[in-house]
């Protein structure tokens, strides 16, 4: 049995005769008429009554009528499903991305993605920028929202320039500072900092030594954190002061946060993914991202 079969029963059911079928379906009416023919042989059962050139459901047909509608409905079904699926209009996208570095823009845009692709099921895995290259490499995120990179990571995955941030000073409220406006780097030369674990977030670590290498001082460091948050609980416990990505504002109402004014004190997110890893939701979201990214311009 094709679906063949199933859909000339069903315009021969709807339509009463086979002439009206042969019409509407542009074929001949013996095809439909060997085709239905067929269909009661393999079945074992008379589908039709044929009084005077009409072709009325016998009781077996009607019985029959209604499978066979549920089995085209669901094979065209499948056959929507899987076009969507190759559109990247359906399927599943698992994304990483990390406290303080997810960017402003980036929740209202996977939000709008949402929207407009309802049957793509969406993952938030929060994770250190280092963390997401390997788990890009290994397939366990399907894009990263993240720091840029560079050596052996480079070389397999790819990345595009998502939003640029902002570099703040974290500050304990009654620290010398906390009341300006902007702050020159400089002017935290003899200031004790926390900050970033090189190991798990290399790109703010090292834009923060570059920044004070070009102010002529190195900074001493009395802590660090594997994550954002973590750095802003140890400016908290008095452990020192922090410099940050504008995102982590919104991770402490008891510290300051003040704009560095230095041309340089700024950061890149990223998206980033794995070439060999594309699947068409993939591209979906990153042309979703572009077009985005195109609109603010």
């Known amino acids: 049995m094709e679906l063949r079969h199933l859909?000339?029963?069903?315009?021969?059911a709807e339509n009463g005769g086979i002439g009206v079928s042969a019409r509407r379906l542009h074929i001949s009416p013996s095809a439909i008429s060997?085709?239905?023919?067929?269909?009661?042989?393999?079945?074992?059962?008379?589908?039709?009554?044929?009084?005077?050139?009409?072709?009325?459901?016998?009781d077996a047909g009607t019985s029959f009528l209604q499978d066979a509608r549920a089995t085209l409905a669901l094979a065209d079904k499948a056959v929507d499903n899987v076009r969507r699926f190759n559109l990247g209009e359906s399927g599943t996208l698992t994304i990483g991305?990390?406290?303080?570095?997810?960017?402003?823009?980036?929740?209202?845009?996977?939000?709008?993605f949402r929207r407009k692709f309802k049957d793509v099921k969406i993952s938030l895995i929060e994770m250190v920028p280092s963390l997401q290259m390997k788990a890009l490499q290994a397939g366990t995120i399907d894009i990263g929202f993240t720091r840029p990179f560079s050596g052996p990571h480079s070389l397999s995955l790819r990345s595009e320039h998502f939003q640029t941030e902002r570099l703040y000073a974290v500050l304990p409220r009654k620290h010398r500072l906390a009341q300006k406006k902007e702050i020159h780097i400089k002017e935290l030369a003899n200031d004790v900092f926390v900050l970033n674990d090189r190991r798990y977030s290399p790109a703010i670590f090292d834009r923060i030594i570059e920044l004070c290498a070009k102010a002529r001082f190195s900074p001493t460091i009395a802590a660090t954190s594997s994550v954002a948050s973590g750095v802003?609980?140890?400016?908290?416990?008095?452990?020192?002061?922090?410099?940050?990505?504008?995102?982590?504002?919104?991770?402490?109402?008891?510290l300051s946060f003040?704009?560095?004014?230095?041309?340089?004190?700024k950061i890149d997110i990223v998206v980033a993914w794995s070439p060999q890893r594309e699947t068409a939701v993939l591209r979906s979201f990153l042309e979703h991202i572009r077009s985005s990214r195109r609109a603010k311009q």
């Open 7 to 12: 859909r000339y029963f069903l315009s021969v």
């Open 34 to 58: 060997e085709t239905i023919r067929d269909l009661e042989e393999e079945l074992g059962v008379n589908l039709f009554e044929r009084k005077n050139r009409r072709m009325l459901l016998s």
């Open 97 to 112: 991305f990390f406290a303080g570095g997810f960017g402003s823009f980036a929740p209202k845009l996977i939000g709008r």
């Open 232 to 254: 802003v609980a140890l400016v908290e416990a008095g452990e020192g002061i922090a410099i940050l990505s504008e995102a982590v504002r919104t991770l402490s109402s008891s």
């Open 258 to 265: 003040v704009p560095i004014s230095d041309s340089a004190a």
